[in-house]
T-cell receptor
Framework: GQQLNQSPQSMFIQEGEDVSMNCTSS?????WLWYKQDPGEGPVLLIA?????ELTSNGRLTAQFGITRKDSFLNISASIPSDVGIYFC??????????????FGQGTILTVHP | DVKVTQSSRYLVKRTGEKVFLECVQD?????MFWYRQDPGLGLRLIYF???????EKGDIPEGYSVSREKKERFSLILESASTNQTSMYLC??????????????FGEGSWLTVV
């Protein structure tokens, strides 16, 4: 199946620092999504990207859909303790019999020290 | 708001037992999915369904089956649970219109331990 490589696997940062993580794929996706998962909960959608080159913000979060459609990044500015969690990228195929399935990256574990 | 509800948050089952994980969504979504989440492996798709009584294998269907008798309910079945099926299981649903940008919503997860 399709593979997504997400990096870094984990990050330990001080409160107030900026964070950057990215995903690369061997295949093209039509949509890129970024999710955050708090401990013991299901993933919650942060940002959805629908067009190559698109740059979208949601508060302190900014994400971009790569021009090649094979990569995406997520930036978090001025991190705060509640940013702690696991961040997942996901690529979505929309053609043929894909039915909008998501392929997920391995996740980035973010720890923020006060 | 979309709500995806998984009936059991925490289960402990014995090897060889038959296990049912139930999921219900309240937004009339066509598509429903079962993922498995393991540390370092991210979320992997087990099965999905795009309509009542329809099902498709995902990336890791071995050892699992599913049932979708009603649009709002999608069940994951472990016919004979094994210890390597100890994991967190996530149900999800989405509306499918054939175009890009259909958001997938997740339930809170079911933690299954097989002993």
């Amino acid at each position: 199946g399709q593979q997504l490589n997400q990096s870094p696997q984990s990050m330990f940062i001080q409160e107030g620092e900026d964070v950057s993580m990215n995903c690369t794929s061997s295949s093209i996706f039509n949509t890129w999504l970024w999710y955050k998962q708090d401990p013991g909960e299901g993933p919650v959608l942060l940002i959805a990207l629908y067009k190559a080159g698109e740059l979208t913000s949601n508060g302190r979060l900014t994400a971009q859909f790569g021009i090649t459609r094979k990569d995406s990044f997520l930036n978090i500015s001025a991190s705060i303790p509640s940013d702690v969690g696991i961040y997942f990228c996901a690529g979505q195929s929309t053609g043929g019999t894909s039915y909008g399935k998501l392929t997920f990256g391995q996740g980035t574990i973010l720890t923020v020290h006060p | 708001d979309v709500k995806v509800t998984q009936s059991s948050r925490y289960l402990v089952k014995r090897t060889g037992e038959k296990v049912f994980l139930e999921c219900v969504q309240d937004m009339d979504h066509e598509n429903m999915f079962w993922y498995r989440q393991d540390p370092g492996l991210g979320l992997r798709l087990i099965y999905f369904s795009y309509d009542v009584k329809m099902k498709e294998k995902g990336d890791i269907p071995e050892g699992y089956s599913v049932s979708r008798e009603k649009k709002e309910r999608f069940s994951l079945i472990l016919e004979s649970a094994s210890t390597n099926q100890t994991s967190m299981y996530l149900c999800a649903s989405s509306l499918w219109t054939g175009s890009s940008g259909n958001t997938i919503y997740f339930g809170e997860g079911s933690w299954l331990t097989v002993v």
